[in-house]
C-alpha cells in the first residue's frame, strides 16, 4: 500500500503499518481508508507517526534530523525532529511538543503538519526562510510514547490521558499526569495525590522519565531557546505562566501581547475565538511544562489549547482536522516570528511597543468575555 504526501510530493512505503493484528498499533479501526486520502487529514498512530518522521528526515537531509533524547516507563524512544538549515554559528531554537496527554490526538496531527508546513512554505516564503536560516526548531510529535500507543488500543482506551507507569506501593491505578510532574511548584495546586485521578502528580518532580526527558532537553538548551511552545486540546485557549495565583513572571505584558497577537492571526484564518489566559485566572495548576520552560529562562512559553470547546471534545472529527491545523500553524507562527524578530533585528523594542499599541483594544474586550 502506497501513502501519497501531497504537499511534499514524496511517497511512503507503507506496508508495515498494515502488518502484525497482535501489535495494538495497527489493529485498530479501518486503516484502509488512510491510502485515499490525504496523510494530514487522518490521525495516525505511532507505528505510522514513526515512520513518518524517518520519511521526513530520509527526504529532508539538509533540513532535518532525528534525535532520541529518552525513554518512556516502557521503553520506548521519544524522539524528536530538529529542522533548520545548517549554520556555521551557533543558531537560537524554538521548542514545540505534542502528544503529552495521550488522548488528545489533534496535538500528534498538528505537529506533523506543522512540520510539513515549514518544510514546504520555507523554499518560497522569505521569511520563513529567513527563520529556517536562524533558528532550529526542535519538535516531538509524541512525549507521551506509552500513554499515546495506549489510547489507539481500543476504544475503551480511547480517552486515557496519563503515562503508563504503575502506581506507587498499595494503588492499582496506572499513570502520571505527565503536565503535573514537572519540577514547578510540584504537588501544590491543581493536581492529585491520589494514583488513580486524571491529574495525579506522581511521587515527586520528574518522577517520569518522560517528565525527566524533556526536562533534561530544555536544561540543556535554555540559553539558546526563545520559545517554548506545547500543544493540547481542547478548549481554544491560548495560556502563558504561571499556573501559581501568587506568581507573575516578568514579562507579563510581554506574554498577553503575544499571545493575544496569535489568537487574532487565529481568528483571521477561519473565524474561531481562542482565549489568551493564564491558569492561574483559568484553574490554578502545578508542575505544568510552561511553568518550568519559563522559569529556567524561556522567555516566551505558551500552551494551546486546540479545538474545540465543547461539541466533540477530545474525539474531534477527522474532517476538523485541517481547518484546526491551519489556523493553529498560523497562531504559532505569530509567536515564532515575534521571537525571531525581537532577537535578530534591533528594532524588537519597536516591535513590542507596536504590538501593545494594537492590541490593547482588543485585550480590552477579550477580557470581557472569559
Ligand atoms: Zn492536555
Request: hydrophobic share 35%; glycine share 6%; charged share 20%.
Amino acid at each position: 500500500m502506497m501513502l501519497c504526501f501531497g504537499s511534499v510530493g514524496l511517497v511512503l512505503l507503507a506496508l508495515d503499518m498494515q502488518k502484525g493484528h497482535g501489535n495494538p498499533d495497527s489493529a485498530v479501526w479501518n486503516r484502509m481508508e488512510t491510502s485515499e486520502r490525504n496523510y494530514y487529514t487522518r490521525y495516525h498512530n505511532m507505528t505510522e507517526i514513526s515512520e513518518w518522521m524517518e520519511v521526513m528526515e530520509r527526504e529532508n537531509p539538509d533540513v532535518v534530523s532525528s534525535m532520541i533524547y529518552g525513554q518512556t516507563y516502557e521503553k520506548r524512544n521519544i524522539t524528536l525532529l530538529k529542522i533548520g538549515l545548517s549554520s556555521p554559528e551557533r543558531k537560537k531554537a524554538i521548542w514545540m511538543d505534542c502528544g503529552i496527554h495521550a488522548r488528545e490526538w489533534i496535538a500528534p496531527a498538528f505537529c506533523q503538519y506543522f512540520v510539513n508546513e515549514l518544510l514546504r512554505m520555507y523554499k518560497t516564503d522569505t521569511k520563513v526562510h529567513k527563520m529556517m536560516k536562524n533558528l532550529d526548531f526542535f519538535i516531538t510529535p509524541v512525549v507521551n510514547v506509552d500513554g499515546y500507543t495506549y489510547s489507539w488500543l481500543n476504544e475503551s482506551t480511547r480517552l486515557w490521558r496519563k503515562s503508563r507507569s504503575p502506581g506507587p506501593d498499595g494503588c492499582t491505578c496506572y499513570g502520571t499526569d505527565l503536565n503535573r510532574n514537572f519540577n514547578a511548584n510540584w504537588g501544590t495546586i491543581g493536581v492529585s495525590t491520589d494514583c488513580c485521578e486524571e491529574e495525579y502528580g506522581g511521587t515527586k518532580a520528574s518522577s517520569e522519565p518522560e517528565t525527566q526527558a524533556v526536562t533534561d532537553m530544555l536544561d540543556e538548551m535554555s540559553q539558546d531557546l526563545l520559545a517554548f511552545i506545547t500543544i493540547h486540546c481542547f478548549g481554544q485557549f491560548i495560556i502563558f505562566p504561571y499556573g501559581n495565583p501568587n506568581t507573575l513572571p516578568p514579562n507579563y505584558n510581554e506574554l498577553m501581547a503575544v499571545g493575544l497577537g496569535a489568537a487574532n492571526a487565529i481568528k483571521a484564518v477561519h473565524g474561531m475565538r481562542y482565549t489568551v489566559i493564564s491558569p492561574d485566572i483559568l484553574y490554578p495548576a502545578s508542575g505544568l511544562s510552561q511553568d518550568y520552560a519559563r522559569q529556567i529562562g524561556i522567555p516566551l512559553s505558551f500552551t494551546f489549547e486546540l479545538r474545540d470547546t465543547d461539541e466533540y471534545g477530545f474525539i474531534l472529527p477527522e474532517d476538523l482536522i485541517q481547518p484546526t491545523c491551519e489556523e493553529a500553524y498560523v497562531g504559532v507562527q505569530h509567536i515564532i516570528s515575534y521571537a525571531h524578530d525581537k532577537a535578530f533585528y534591533s528594532s524588537a523594542a519597536a516591535v513590542t511597543t507596536t504590538l501593545w499599541t494594537t492590541l490593547m483594544a482588543v485585550w480590552v474586550s477579550s477580557a470581557t468575555l472569559l
